[in-house]
């Protein structure tokens, strides 16, 4: 499978979204789901299916890199990649 940029950007925008504001991980997929309106079913699960991955084993990926929890830009795409690299 390709993963777009646009695609893991939003995702990073989500994850900052949901653990630096705080906001519940359903909304922030359903209101990025709505935003996005052109993307197809598989673009649209691989989005809500990595997002619940990632909050659900986040302690565990920041873990495996072993850094302290950021919520910059960089450091949270990192944590995409090891959690692409995991899966």
Same mark, same amino acid.
């Given at each position: 499978?390709? #993963? ?7 995702i990073v925008v989500s994850?900052?979204? #949901? ?5 519940? %991980? =359903?909304?922030? #997929? +359903?209101? %990025? ?6 993307? *197809?079913?598989? =673009?649209?699960?691989? !989005? ?6 990632i909050v659900r084993n ?7 890199? *072993?850094?302290? #929890?950021? !919520? ?5 795409? +990192?944590?995409?990649r090891a959690h692409w690299?995991?899966?």
């Open positions: 499978m390709k #993963i777009h940029r646009h695609l893991v950007h939003e994850l900052s979204s #949901i653990f630096k504001d705080l906001y519940y %991980a =359903d909304k922030v #997929i +359903e209101r %990025a789901l709505k935003n996005h309106p052109k993307w *197809g079913s598989r =673009d649209r699960r691989f !989005f809500a299916e990595t997002v619940y991955e986040w302690r565990l990926l920041w873990f495996c890199l *072993g850094r302290e #929890i950021s !919520f910059q830009e960089k450091p949270l795409m +990192e944590l995409f690299f995991l899966q």
